[in-house]
């Protein structure tokens, strides 16, 4: 079975500045989807960014863009010019891409405070 | 992409009586999925909804304790049966986006039993 881990429990920031979120996963799979979720305390879950694994190249959109390692199974979150509606926790997701597995496997969330 | 209608945003029930939660979505969708949110925890897969057939349980999940319908391909409603405290918890249904593989969710129910 897949799992996600996320080491940082907790993060801070400073308004304006660069903040990057670990994540890691396990998986015998080479073909699957990694996704980071955003849930501010409205809990509603706001898809952040997705990353295709056969793709080499990083996804970007906006100020969000990841590091994606496929042989380090490493998917790392970075968020450039952090701004106070960022605040949230945040998931990190894995999902196959074979037909019938398209269940979305969490970590366990890294709760991201923005300092004025 | 589809949107999806959750209610209620919230409930408070005694122990011991059933919670049935609803999802509309606004197209037509194959799967749709229910999540349990424990207090300050990551998402948890309950169940998976498939129309025309019976639900697919995640171990440790049971169909007698969290029934689950699915009558067409817009909605599915998840009971929360016998309720004790341990079921307070956020939960949520969520479908698959098309063609870029991601999720939308609903904008979840809070359950609190007393």
């Known amino acids: 079975a897949q799992t996600v881990t996320q080491s940082q429990p907790e993060m801070s920031v400073q308004e304006a500045e660069t903040v990057t979120l670990s994540c890691t996963y396990d998986t015998s799979e080479s073909d699957y989807y990694l996704f980071w979720y955003k849930q501010p305390p409205s809990r509603q879950m706001i898809l952040v960014i997705r990353q295709e694994a056969y793709k080499q190249q990083n996804a970007t959109e906006n100020r969000f863009s990841v590091n994606f390692q496929k042989a380090a199974k490493s998917f790392s979150l970075k968020i450039s010019d952090s701004q106070l509606g960022d605040a949230a926790m945040y998931f990190c997701a894995y999902r196959s891409a074979s037909f019938g597995n398209e269940k979305l496997t969490f970590g366990t969330g890294t709760r991201l405070t923005i300092i004025p | 992409s589809a949107v999806i209608s959750q209610k209620p945003s919230r409930d408070i029930c005694q122990r011991g009586t059933s919670l049935t939660i609803q999802c509309q979505v606004d197209s037509q969708v194959t799967m749709m999925f229910w999540y349990r949110q424990q207090p300050g925890q990551s998402l948890t897969l309950i169940a998976t909804a498939n129309q025309g057939s019976e639900a697919t349980y995640e171990s440790g999940f049971v169909i007698d304790k969290f029934p689950i319908s699915r009558p067409n391909l817009t909605f599915s409603t998840l009971t929360v049966s016998n309720m004790s405290p341990e079921d307070s918890s956020i939960y949520l249904c969520?479908?698959?986006?098309?063609?870029?593989?991601?999720?939308?969710f609903g904008s979840g129910t809070r359950l609190t039993v007393v």
């Open positions: 969520s479908v698959p986006l098309q063609y870029n593989y991601g999720y939308t």
